[in-house]
C-alpha cells in the first residue's frame, strides 16, 4: 500500500512560481513512477508530468518548458517546480505512484493551486 500527501498549493499571480512537494510512504518505490496530474473544475484530470525510477521524465505539452518534476528516491518524494504560471494553470494537482508491473495507481488527496491576479 502506497499514501500520498502533497503540499505547496496556494494562490499566485500569473507569471508566478509554485512548488508542489509529494511525500510517499510505502515500500519499493523502484517499482513505482511517479507523477502529478492535475483536475480543473468542469474537466476530466490530466497528466501534468512523469518520472520514472531511473528519472526518465514527461510533461503535457501545455507544461512543457515550464514545469520541472523531480524525484529523491532515498527520500521517496517527489516535486513539481511550476515557472511562468498561467491562469488556466489553475486547478486541484494530486500526486501519482504507479507500480510500473501490476499498473496500480495510488493518488494524494490533491492540493489547490489557483493563478489569479
Known amino acids: 500500500q502506497v499514501q500520498l500527501v502533497e503540499s505547496g498549493g496556494g494562490l499566485v499571480q500569473p507569471g508566478g512560481f509554485l512548488r508542489l512537494h509529494c511525500a510517499a510512504s510505502?515500500?519499493?518505490?523502484?517499482?513505482?513512477?511517479l507523477g502529478w496530474y492535475r483536475q480543473a473544475p468542469g474537466s476530466q484530470r490530466e497528466l501534468v508530468a512523469t518520472?520514472?525510477?531511473?528519472?526518465?521524465?514527461t510533461y503535457a505539452d501545455s507544461v512543457q518548458g515550464r514545469f520541472t518534476i523531480s524525484r529523491d528516491n532515498a527520500k521517496n518524494t517527489v516535486d513539481l517546480h511550476m515557472n511562468s504560471l498561467k491562469p488556466e494553470d489553475t486547478a486541484v494537482y494530486y500526486c501519482?505512484?504507479?507500480?510500473?508491473?501490476?499498473?496500480?495507481?495510488?493518488w494524494g488527496p490533491g492540493t489547490q493551486v489557483t493563478v489569479s491576479s
Open positions: 501519482n505512484a504507479q507500480n510500473i508491473i501490476t499498473r496500480a495507481n495510488y
Open positions: 510505502g515500500n519499493m518505490f523502484s517499482l513505482y513512477s
Open positions: 518520472i520514472t525510477y531511473s528519472t526518465k521524465t
